[in-house]
């Protein structure tokens, strides 16, 4: 558990990596770092910063991570998705249906519905992709046979052309008008948000499209489904934050503080967290609606994560971290708009954010060293 603002500094290493590369996700696993690159890399770093292993094997810029366990999912301008053992380094799947880059990606966990029914039977992943449509997989379990497919008409911008046979693909589902932008999944339901000013709930058991949320005014950029609440939160360029309900399809609130693009939203047990690009994070109450506390930034907010103690943010030349409780706030990097931070994330006793300038650097804090 990462200490409070009173605690002494930890200890902060950074190491420069990935050349000029813009770092597009980050994610941690066993305290080791893993980053997705423009320029088709995954790489694996030790809490040190030094690298561990390379994954290769993506022809295009990697824009979308998930992990379960020790087996990573990877979304690229490619159009494919690839799985990968992180013990090994080897990709074992690869999967093709996208007509164009899959820019987000999520994995829905078995969850027990009213009836005390676990949906769905396995885990699934769900891809969302800038052809409009929202595809499902089945999840590979260790000891599941190997898929790569054929390359089939992977050029061509006809979805079906780029369908190739496949035992993990259950379903591609379309009816947004334009680019999905994000997605989200919890059990039996999806939601994906789309640059056609929607979202979408998804049954990615039938495959069926349940509701369409409208409202926002401009590109839908983050979403997030709360199933404890029965909720959805969706984040905008109109500038709002919407709840809506999950099980009717209706807007409860609309939450009106940002003036500027809302293109990130981060959930915990007891907030939501929506950050800006005019630099305003704010944290909400999320079964009423009501605003919370709200921190400002120089510039855009550009990573955001949180738990129910605090929020860690980054924007250009900071990574900033506000205790709720407290209101006090620690600047772990500031540098003045010298580094673009891409990405931050915490687990444990590790903070890491992803920084960029003429070369791109990855940044520790250790809350077990100081």
């Given at each position: ?19 000029s590369a ?126 790569k ?9 006809d ?9 993990y ?87 009106s ?10 959930m ?13 994070v ?12 709200t ?76």
């Open positions: 558990m990462m200490s409070t603002a009173s605690s002494p500094d930890p200890k902060h290493t950074s190491q420069f990596v990935a050349g813009i770092v597009t996700a980050l994610i941690l696993w066993n305290s080791n770092i893993v980053t997705a690159s423009d320029d088709q890399s995954i790489h694996v770093y030790a809490p040190n910063g030094q690298l561990v292993r390379s994954l290769l094997g993506h022809e295009g810029g990697v824009w979308a991570l998930a992990l379960r366990g020790d087996t990573l999912v990877s979304g690229a301008t490619d159009k494919t998705i690839r799985i990968w053992d992180l013990q090994t380094g080897n990709c074992t799947h690869v999967f093709r249906c996208h007509a164009s880059t899959v820019r987000c990606l999520a994995i829905a966990e078995p969850e027990e519905d009213r009836a005390g029914e676990l949906w769905p039977k396995r885990p699934l992943i769900v891809t969302g992709s800038r052809d409009r449509t929202v595809c499902v997989w089945v999840f590979p379990q260790p000891g599941d046979p190997e898929h497919g054929s390359d089939g008409d992977n050029n061509s911008d979805v079906s052309a780029n369908c190739c046979p496949n035992p693909h259950l379903f591609r589902i379309d009816g947004h008008q334009d680019s999905i932008r994000a997605v989200s999944a919890r059990g039996r339901r999806a939601a994906s948000a789309s640059y056609d000013h929607t979202v979408r709930i998804w049954d990615i058991v039938a495959g069926q499209c349940l509701f369409v949320l409208t409202g926002h005014t401009g590109k839908v950029y983050s979403v997030i489904i709360d199933a404890g609440r029965d909720q959805v939160y969706s984040g905008s360029m109109d500038h709002t934050v919407r709840v809506w309900d999950l099980s009717r399809g209706v807007c409860k609130h609309v939450l503080r940002h003036e500027s693009l809302v293109g990130l939203l981060s915990s047990p007891s907030f939501l967290v929506s950050g800006g690009t005019e630099g305003l704010c944290v909400w109450d999320p079964t009423s609606g009501d605003l919370v506390q921190f400002q930034h120089k510039f855009a907010v550009t990573a955001i994560q949180h738990d129910d103690n605090k929020v860690i943010t980054g924007s250009d030349g900071l990574v900033r971290v506000m205790y709720f409780k407290s209101g006090k706030v620690r600047d772990l990097l500031s540098d003045e708009r010298s580094r673009v931070v891409s990405c931050v994330a915490f687990a444990g006793q590790l903070c890491v954010a992803v920084t960029k300038k003429d070369t791109t650097a990855v940044d520790v804090w250790n809350y077990g060293e100081v």
